[in-house]
């Protein structure tokens, strides 16, 4: 899948491992592309989501764009700048995400990139 082809579509479904389950856990979040093999997440709602805390805890996931899962690796974005670099990019493709930017104030945003 080239950059073109997954940057236009709306949501990918990623999966991470149930930090103590181990069991699979898949939830369906807007992205912003980052590259031809890289794309970022956010969360802007109260206290970090699962999937946030899960790919923390095991860097191992999975995506898919609607065309089938591809193996790729999590890292949480760290840099207060870069998160809101993402928030940023992720209001300029959804925008619904400025109504999300209004209900989520004082939450503290999370983000992370991922590759494959």
């Given at each position: ?8 579509r709306?949501?990918v ?15 369906t979040i807007?992205?912003?592309a ?5 794309i970022?997440?956010?969360h802007?709602?109260?206290a ?14 999975t995506i ?6 591809i193996t790729?690796?999590a890292s ?6 870069a ?5 940023a990019?992720?209001r ?6 400025w109504?999300i ?5 004082g939450a503290?945003p999370v ?5 494959w």
């Open positions: 899948m080239n950059a073109t082809s997954f940057a236009l709306k949501q479904t990623l999966t991470t491992r149930g930090r103590k389950s181990g069991q699979p856990r898949r939830v807007w992205f912003v980052d590259g031809e093999r890289a970022s997440v956010q802007t709602t109260g970090p989501a699962q999937w946030y805390r899960n790919l923390v805890a095991d860097p191992s996931v898919d764009f609607g065309d089938g899962p790729a690796h949480a974005i760290a840099d207060p700048a998160v809101q670099d993402v928030l990019r992720v300029k493709k959804y925008w619904s995400a109504l930017r209004l209900l989520a104030r503290k983000g992370a990139r991922i590759t």
